[in-house]
């Protein structure tokens, strides 16, 4: 997880009035989680991303995270669900199955 989606994640939970002790607690308990920050190195890998496969920059800087963390599935209502971006797979999970 980057800190990007912490981040993220905290903004929502505040815009939709989760107290903010809650909202503390919960991006808290994520941090206990592999994260992965936002340094040079992932901006200028988030760039190749973007102009290698035409996402959004903030897409990508998730995907650069995701890359650097060896991880194989990104859950994301974001990117096209079951794409494949170098070996890492999209799951939209409110997508409606086929």
Same mark, same amino acid.
């Given at each position: 997880m980057s800190v990007q989606v912490l981040q993220e994640v905290y903004v929502n939970l505040i815009k939709k009035n989760v107290p903010a002790e809650e909202? +503390? +607690?919960?991006?808290?308990?994520y941090i206990q989680w592999n994260v992965i920050d936002n340094d040079v190195a992932l901006l200028l890998e988030g760039i190749r991303l973007r102009e290698r496969w035409q996402i959004?920059?903030?897409?990508?800087?998730?995907?650069?995270?995701?890359k650097y963390a060896k991880a194989g599935i990104i859950w994301s209502e974001n990117f096209s669900t079951n794409q494949e971006y170098d070996g890492i797979t999209v799951i939209n999970p409110i997508a409606g199955k086929d």
């Open positions: 909202s +503390k +607690k919960t991006i808290t308990d959004s920059f903030w897409d990508s800087l998730i995907l650069a995270a995701a």
